[in-house]
């Protein structure tokens, strides 16, 4: 029940339109983006903001329902006539209405919005739930100057279009303009089915600009990935500093061939490059150690690696398990790299999980990020790289946290000094 209204709520359902014929980049939707699926952003967004009373993908694709289904979304098959290159968004959620005749509201989310927060999707669930609205979209406010177009052999100037060029604003006196960010559209039933995503009792959401992110061709992708970093949505739980690594050996740190000599000797082949990303994460004080479910000893000798090692292990999740409680650590401040099925219990577990790009499917669903990188062919450095950008995501978070610590203590003394100030003069 609406508490304000005493009403019951309306059904509203997140929907994420992912065709899988993206002309630009290929299955777009479900590339991996700072380890991730790009449609997992949103997903856990959705999810984690727990407004919705379904969240659904719509697509035609058998490999984005599989990776939908991973990230606990259900999944609309859409039909050919609206997959063309040539259907529009609005074709797909009113086919979408005609099969779900429970959905009320339909919060359509864009896939190529990965900087989305939990955050968001509560405000405006607010706005259309309880504030009675008809349609939210999302904005975002830009500091730019527009000037008309003038086309190749026509005979007239440019013209201003927002700015008098003789009194040119600086930027911080001037508030900028609102254009839409295409991150979210929300909409009624009965106005989708006039043919409408905005209209009727309408509002805008204007979103922070570092969260306004849309991929459309492959230069984004760098860019995207680097804003993702900085400013994505990693989950309910805050980051931890990471202060423990265990690796796999087998399929991670090699790429889990064995060659066996004549005289039945076993040898194994590594990257270099993973043997110097188990080198930085060392000088960056995160102790790293390896867990076979073979007997390995001798290979792990004459790596010399210097790493704490279990082997023939039959339960790595208990391992994983003791290490933890050894060091003193929570589970957010464990990493874990695995490949296998035997692995999976421990990817779940630990705060920050990782698998190379040829891992077991089951080892992928349950991880936090797909390396680009096979096992044994830097994989392990990859990884490295990966909890040294989280890492840099916590200090800047711990700083913010300080820096906004240090303003209210600021304004509490400030305020404090005021009222001093003002009973002396009320006694004088």
């Known amino acids: 029940m609406d508490a304000g209204e005493g009403r019951p709520q309306l059904h509203l359902a997140a929907l994420v339109l992912a065709r899988g014929g993206s002309k630009g980049i290929p299955l777009k939707n479900i590339k991996l983006l700072a380890g991730v699926p790009l449609i997992g952003w949103v997903l856990r967004a959705a999810i984690d903001a727990g407004v919705f009373h379904s969240i659904w993908v719509s697509t035609d694709h058998d490999e984005i329902e599989k990776v939908a289904k991973q990230f606990g979304a259900q999944v609309h098959r859409r039909s050919p006539e609206v997959s063309q290159d040539s259907s529009t968004s609005l074709e797909a959620i009113t086919e979408f209405l005609n099969h779900h005749q429970e959905v009320d509201i339909v919060g359509n989310i864009q896939a190529t919005s990965p900087c989305l927060h939990p955050s968001d999707l509560i ?24 000037w008309s177009e003038v086309k190749k052999g026509e005979n007239k100037m440019t013209e201003p279009q927002n700015l008098n060029p003789a009194k040119r604003y600086r930027r911080q006196d001037w508030p900028g303009e609102l254009y839409e960010n295409g991150s979210f559209y929300f909409a009624k039933r009965h106005l989708i089915e006039k043919g409408y995503l905005q209209g009727g009792k309408m509002a805008y959401y204007e979103m ?10 492959d230069i984004d992708w760098p860019i995207a990935e680097q804003r993702v970093l900085s400013f994505g949505y990693f989950g309910k739980e805050p980051l931890k500093e990471v202060k423990l690594l265990v690796c796999s050996i087998d ?10 000599t004549e005289d039945h000797k076993e040898m194994v082949s590594y990257d270099y490059r993973d043997i110097v990303g188990i080198d930085l994460l060392k000088k960056r004080g995160i102790q790293v150690r390896l867990i076979s479910d073979r007997d ?7 790596m010399q690696l210097g790493c704490a090692a279990k082997v023939n292990v039959t339960n790595k999740l208990q391992v994983l398990k003791d290490w933890q409680e050894d060091m003193g650590l ?3 401040e464990v990493a874990y790299l695995g490949n296998e099925e035997s692995d999976v219990e421990c990817l779940k577990q630990a705060g920050m999980s990782g698998v190379p790009a040829d891992a077991c499917a089951a ?13 044994g062919c830097g994989a ?8 040294f950008l989280l890492l840099e995501k916590v200090n800047s978070a711990r700083k913010q946290r300080e820096e906004i610590s240090s303003a209210g203590k600021e304004m509490g003394r400030n305020e404090n000094s005021r009222r001093g100030n003002k009973e002396l003069m009320e006694k004088e």
């Open 380 to 387: 392990v450095r990859e990884f490295a790289e990966h909890i």
């Open 296 to 302: 390995c000893s001798k290979t792990l000798s004459a």
């Open 251 to 260: 399929g991670c740190l090699t790429n889990g061939r064995i060659y066996v």
């Open 123 to 146: 405000k405006v669930a607010d706005l259309i739930q309880k504030e009675g609205f008809d349609s939210v979209f999302s904005v975002v406010r830009r500091h730019q100057f527009r």
């Open 208 to 217: 922070r600009a570092e969260h306004s992110v849309d991929i459309d061709i």
């Open 363 to 375: 080892a992928q669903k349950a991880a936090g990020y797909i390396c680009k990188s096979p096992g």
């Open 330 to 332: 929570s589970w957010k």
